[in-house]
T-cell receptor, first 114, second 114 residues
Framework: DAGITQSPRHKVTETGTPVTLRCHQT?????MYWYRQDPGHGLRLIHY???????DKGEVSDGYSVSRSKTEDFLLTLESATSSQTSVYFC?????????????FGSGTRLTVV | DQQVKQNSPSLSVQEGRISILNCDYT??????FLWYKKYPAEGPTFLIS?????DKNEDGRFTVFLNKSAKHLSLHIVPSQPGDSAVYFC?????????????FGKGTKLSVIP
């Protein structure tokens, strides 16, 4: 849908292990975002990117890092997974940033940390 | 501090009637407001938006109203249909330089009863 793919769709991992989630777009959009969705919290921004190698922190960035070495890929890494990082992770893309046209979201990755 | 608030976690409406979803914000710099719709196991999809220079925007069955003095916006769905049953997120952004991100509320789950 709209050229954005998240992988994997589902993952179960153990506490303390590193995990990398991938977001791939074919739209050549400049802006990419990682959000997490949790019951009672809605969608919260983890990190975002406004260009290749240009990234910044969001509201809940502790325990996460990102990399964007090319326009189409935005990687989210949990350096040492904890149970509190069990969540649904959504990637989003935008051509113009946070405007009236909004973002296009991927289908999400459901991550369970046991 | 929550800058975008959706105080009703859920709402039930009979098919054919009006659904009214509410959203309040605290950041006076916000000037773009958006509504997203989310079905289970899917990513959020953009529904409708409004800028602060307007007080109403309409798209088919969906109308968004903005009351800047009250820092309040609402989404009206008329008539409501069972397919409208989903979680609705309110989002806002400030269009000033350096602002690239949307801030989301916690969401309201709408159930349209046939």
């Amino acid at each position: 849908d709209a050229g954005i793919t998240q992988s994997p769709r589902h993952k179960v991992t153990e506490t303390g292990t590193p995990v990398t989630l991938r977001c791939h777009q074919t739209e050549n959009h400049r802006y990419m975002y990682w959000y997490r969705q949790d019951p009672g919290h809605g969608l919260r921004l983890i990190h975002y990117s406004y260009g290749v190698k240009d990234t910044d922190k969001g509201e809940v960035s502790d325990g996460y890092s990102v990399s964007r070495s090319k326009t189409e890929d935005f990687l989210l890494t949990l350096e040492s997974a904890t149970s509190s990082q069990t969540s649904v992770y959504f990637c989003a893309i935008s051509e113009t940033g946070a405007t009236l046209y909004g973002y296009t979201f991927g289908s999400g990755t459901r991550l369970t940390v046991v | 501090d929550q800058q975008v608030k959706q105080n009703s976690p859920s709402l039930s409406v009979q098919e054919g009637r009006i659904s009214i979803l509410n959203c309040d914000y605290t950041n006076s710099m916000f000037d773009y407001f958006l509504w997203y719709k989310k079905y289970p196991a899917e990513g959020p999809t953009f529904l409708i938006s409004i800028s602060s220079i307007k007080d109403k925007n309409e798209d088919g069955r969906f109308t968004v109203f903005l009351n800047k003095s009250a820092k309040h916006l609402s989404l009206h769905i008329v008539p409501s249909q069972p397919g409208d049953s989903a979680v609705y997120f309110c989002a806002a952004s400030a269009s000033g330089a350096g602002s690239y991100q949307l801030t989301f509320g916690k969401g309201t789950k709408l159930s349209v009863i046939p």
